[in-house]
């Protein structure tokens, strides 16, 4: 199965916005509400920001918001802050019964 | 709280078998709210799932690794295990498990991860 799209990287300025995108087809990404987001701080683990396209676990600012149209699911970061500066990664459940994770973007907060 | 700790060797041998094992705390990994998770992420690459153990006992593989992966439990330590065969320098990788809710596409809860490399 081929990882689904995201740009390499993506930058903002201090309390920019961005949003991330996350390309899939009609059997993972268009197909499935199981789209979920994380975030990866170098040397540590993944962290659940977004699940299910919309919702955000306890914790998670709301800063943080997902959406869906079609077969691309995005990210979006509000108000950007340095903390923000991490990979992140899509997720979907695909029709084959597996999980697809995207390739990952290199957020940069300038 | 729910806890995950990854443990196993983190050298291994080319050609030689890979197992490793996930110690859950926190939740019983035969729960029906549960499914459990292996994920990889080769050095300075993206994340790969490698397969998920469903707490009805069914397993899903990703196709890429499926002939040489195994996922399995076991209920008297609460404990997730994967063992990887025919292992090369491509399976060098820091190794995750992670929860994820059933119905869901939450993935919440995972370990810090263990990191194996495979080299004679």
């Known amino acids: 199965q081929s990882a689904l799209t995201q740009p390499a990287s993506v930058s903002g300025s201090p309390g920019q916005s961005i949003t991330i995108s996350c390309t899939g087809t009609s059997s993972d990404v268009g197909r499935y509400n199981y789209i979920s987001w994380y975030q990866q701080h170098p040397g540590k683990a993944p962290k659940l920001m977004i699940f299910d396209v919309t919702d955000r676990p306890s914790g998670v600012s709301n800063r943080f918001s997902g959406s869906k149209s079609g077969n691309t699911a995005s990210l979006s970061i509000s108000g950007l802050q340095a903390e923000d500066e991490a990979d992140y990664y899509c997720?979907?459940?695909?029709?084959?019964?597996?999980?697809?994770f995207g390739s990952g973007t290199k957020l940069t907060v300038l | 709280q729910l806890q995950l700790q990854e443990s196993g060797p983190g050298l291994v041998k080319p050609s030689e078998t890979l197992s490793l094992t996930c110690s859950v705390s926190?939740?019983?990994?035969?729960?029906?709210?549960?499914?459990w998770a292996w994920i990889r992420q080769p050095p300075g690459k993206g994340l790969e799932w490698i397969g998920t153990?469903?707490?009805?006992?069914?397993?899903d593989y990703n196709p890429s690794l499926k002939s040489r992966v195994t996922i399995s439990v076991d209920t008297s330590k609460n404990q997730i295990s994967l063992e990887m065969r025919s292992v090369t320098a491509a399976d060098t990788a820091m190794y995750y498990c992670a929860r994820r809710i059933t119905a869901t596409g939450r993935h919440d809860y995972w370990g810090q991860g263990t990191l194996v490399t495979v080299s004679s």
């Open positions: 997720n979907s459940y695909t029709t084959s019964s597996t999980w697809v």
């Open positions: 926190g939740a019983s990994v035969t729960s029906s709210s549960n499914h």
């Open positions: 153990f469903y707490y009805t006992e069914s397993i």
